[in-house]
């Protein structure tokens, strides 16, 4: 379902020095993003568990491990009666983030996935906003003023602000920065990644982007975005979903 050095920002520790763990995490939780796999998402976790352990003031091993975490708790949530389980993963990132922004306060990526986490929790309980309301705007803000052009800031806060829609001129702001996010993807992309340097969450913007067309009425271009995340992530039920549903609605968005 965030101008870029080849470190972001936000994770400005020396990768030359992270313990072996974090990069086998970050194999792990590639792995386990492209199955949309529970247990391997587990899996990167307690290897990251293991780097932050090794080495307790590394930032970007908190952040990774914070990473897995979400996207753990996201796959629970995608699946009935994982409620517990994943309200355990939420708990988890939002420990883990935490202290990843404690530890380096600059990273913006940490900011912007706390500023998700709290959003999804108001999203379920609307009662929450009064206190969390306060904390996911503060994380917000920190993560567009430390990077403003992180492609996987603007991804994860525009998605935010696709769900608090309340019609179409927030559907079209949260398009507008859906679509920049991917333009920051694609920069992003030409240029060779660090050994601890984080590459996802492009398809998951495609994703969202084609469902901000759907709810907008362009079931054209959704099925074109809904395309793209699949031709690169099969396992992603949301862009499935969504693509059938345009098909459904209009034969000819099958070919975008």
Same mark, same amino acid.
């Given at each position: 379902?965030?101008?870029?050095?080849?470190?972001?920002?936000?994770?400005? !520790?020396?990768?030359?020095?992270?313990?072996? @763990?974090?990069?086998?995490?970050?194999? $792990? #939780?590639?792995?386990?993003?492209? *199955? &949309?796999?529970?247990?391997?998402? !587990?899996?990167?976790?307690?290897?990251?568990?293991?780097?932050?352990?090794?080495?307790?003031?590394?930032?970007?091993?908190?952040? &990774? +491990?914070?990473?897995?975490?979400?996207?753990?708790?996201?796959?629970?949530?995608?699946? @009935?009666?994982?409620?517990?389980?994943?309200?355990?993963?939420?708990?988890? %990132?939002?420990?883990?983030?935490?202290?990843?922004?404690?530890?380096?306060?600059?990273? *913006?990526?940490?900011?912007?996935? +706390?500023?998700?986490?709290?959003?999804?929790?108001?999203?379920?309980? &609307?009662?929450?906003?009064?206190?969390?309301?306060?904390?996911?705007?503060?994380?917000?803000?920190?993560?567009?003023?430390?990077?403003?052009?992180? @492609?996987?800031?603007?991804?994860? +806060?525009?998605?935010?602000?696709?769900?608090?829609?309340?019609?179409?001129?927030?559907?079209?702001?949260? +398009?507008?920065?859906?679509?920049?996010?991917?333009?920051?993807?694609?920069? $992003?992309?030409?240029?060779?990644?660090? @050994?601890?340097?984080?590459? &996802?969450?492009?398809?998951?913007?495609?994703? #969202?982007?084609?469902?901000?067309?759907?709810?907008?009425?362009?079931?054209?271009? %959704?099925?074109?975005? #809904?395309?793209?995340?699949?031709?690169?992530?099969?396992?992603?039920?949301?862009?499935?979903?969504?693509?059938?549903?345009?098909?459904?609605?209009?034969?000819?968005?099958?070919?975008?």
């Amino acid at each position: 379902m965030l101008c870029l050095s080849l470190i972001s920002p936000g994770l400005r !520790a020396d990768t030359a020095a992270s313990p072996t @763990p974090a990069r086998a995490g970050i194999i $792990e #939780f590639n792995a386990a993003f492209q *199955a &949309w796999d529970g247990a391997r998402f !587990a899996h990167a976790g307690e290897l990251f568990r293991q780097a932050t352990v090794q080495a307790p003031d590394n930032a970007t091993n908190f952040y &990774w +491990l914070g990473v897995a975490e979400f996207h753990h708790m996201l796959q629970l949530r995608s699946t @009935p009666g994982n409620d517990a389980a994943a309200e355990n993963a939420q708990a988890s %990132a939002i420990a883990s983030l935490t202290t990843a922004v404690k530890l380096d306060a600059h990273n *913006a990526e940490g900011h912007a996935l +706390l500023a998700t986490i709290y959003g999804i929790r108001i999203g379920d309980r &609307w009662i929450r906003a009064l206190g969390l309301g306060p904390r996911a705007m503060s994380h917000s803000k920190l993560a567009m003023t430390e990077a403003p052009t992180n @492609p996987r800031v603007r991804y994860l +806060l525009a998605t935010g602000e696709f769900y608090m829609a309340t019609g179409r001129a927030d559907l079209k702001e949260a +398009l507008k920065n859906l679509l920049l996010a991917d333009t920051y993807f694609a920069s $992003e992309a030409t240029r060779a990644p660090g @050994p601890l340097e984080p590459r &996802w969450g492009r398809s998951s913007c495609h994703t #969202f982007i084609g469902l901000t067309y759907e709810k907008l009425g362009d079931r054209t271009h %959704a099925a074109e975005y #809904f395309h793209k995340s699949l031709a690169v992530h099969p396992a992603d039920n949301l862009a499935r979903a969504g693509l059938n549903r345009v098909m459904t609605a209009n034969p000819a968005a099958e070919q975008p």
